[in-house]
């Protein structure tokens, strides 16, 4: 059974900014943040906190030998500069520590492979410090174990969306909508995306018209009559479709090459990251579908091949060329908001058609 990781969260944000951060932390399902218990004051939150305080939850103990502060987990930060400091961190976890913080300077991965090999099976958390979400995704990947939370330093929630991902935790809203409209629009050009993953049954792309109303596009898995099975690809769609990128902003599908990375999504809204091998662009006859969801109409522009499928909402895959009006798929579909070069806006107006 997998162990739970936790990102925690280290504001970089002034204190008067900290009362609008928090709430959003919690709205992506961050459960802890290395603060000061103090600096929280009256902002409402069920956020655990660590911090050299003792009136945090997880009390980072600045001498070896202090107190412990009652219903608290107590851990100690170490920075790790040779395998002595291993070895010391190793007796100090035995002697009683729920957790530990390591900090390796110049980050490198052996000294974090050595000290998760010895902590494993002792029960004592292993906290360790990350600078970028690209570190965020190394520490939870060594030895296939990983660490058990991460310290990111993040100042923006987009920061924060980008280093989740790499937990495979970050979940998107996902519902039926009602397909009302199919029609043909002549040739165009597509988009079909190669992963450098294997790709799931069930998992594919978020494509839309507009960038609040997206689809889930399959990927190619299953094959057809007329094709092997191609689970590297997503088949997206028009060049001027939106997909929504890790850090939470959108992407034209013509901006996507070599080296890029994506979410992929299942139909509950669970992400991962993949990186992208190639991006193919040909002319092709194409299909515009429109649906309706909670009050919000979205389209997409997709290839008009058996090939191209929408997750329905029980699960079951259906190929565009056999869609009818009536039926349901599944979208990530929110109210509209303004978005500049991918970022999203939240009080600016806009309308798209």
């Known amino acids: ?47 655990q ?26 851990g100690r930060k170490f920075q790790v500069l040779s395998n002595s400091d291993i070895e010391n961190i190793l007796s100090a976890a035995k002697k009683g520590l729920d957790f530990v913080i390591i900090e390796v300077k110049d980050w490198k991965i052996i000294p974090l492979e050595n000290i998760i090999a010895k902590l494993h099976k002792i029960h004592t958390k292993i906290f360790a410090i990350a600078r970028t979400p690209k570190e965020v995704r190394k520490m939870f990947s060594i030895l296939e174990v990983g660490v058990d939370g991460v310290i990111f330093n993040a100042s923006t929630i987009n920061e924060v969306r980008e280093a989740m991902v790499y937990l495979g935790t970050k979940s998107f809203d996902m519902k039926p909508a009602k397909i009302i409209e199919i029609k043909e629009v002549g040739d165009g050009e597509r988009v079909c995306v190669d992963t450098a993953s294997m790709l799931h049954k069930g998992e594919g792309m978020l494509i839309g018209n507009r960038s609040n109303f997206l689809f889930l596009v399959h990927n190619e898995s299953v094959g057809s009559s007329f094709t092997s099975p191609r689970p590297f690809r997503v088949n997206a769609g028009a060049v001027h479709c ?32 993949v990186t992208v091998g190639r991006s193919k662009i040909e002319r092709r006859p194409m299909l515009m579908i429109k649906a309706s969801a909670g009050g919000e109409i979205g389209g997409i522009i997709a290839q008009d091949a058996e090939t191209i499928r929408f997750v329905k909402s029980n699960g079951q895959l259906v190929s ?5 009006k009536g039926d349901t798929v599944m979208v990530h579909a929110k109210p509209a908001t303004g978005r500049h070069f991918g970022m999203e806006v939240s009080d600016e107006y806009i309308l798209e058609k």
Request: glycine content about 6%; overall charge positive; cysteine-free.
């Open 1 to 47: 059974m997998s162990k739970t990781r936790e990102l925690i969260i280290s504001p970089k944000v002034s204190q008067a900014q900290l009362t609008k951060f928090i709430p959003q932390l919690e709205d992506e399902g961050i459960k802890m943040v290395y603060v000061d218990p103090k600096k929280l004051g009256k902002i409402k939150t069920k956020l």
């Open 49 to 74: 906190t660590v911090f050299p305080s003792s009136a945090a939850k997880y009390v980072v103990l600045e001498k070896e030998k202090a107190t412990k502060p009652k219903g608290a987990k107590i």
């Open 242 to 273: 939106y997909t929504l990128s890790p850090d939470g902003t959108t992407n034209y599908l013509s901006e996507i090459e070599t080296g890029s990375e994506v979410l992929i999504l299942n139909s509950k809204g669970k992400a991962r990251r």
């Open 320 to 324: 565009v060329t056999h869609l009818k």
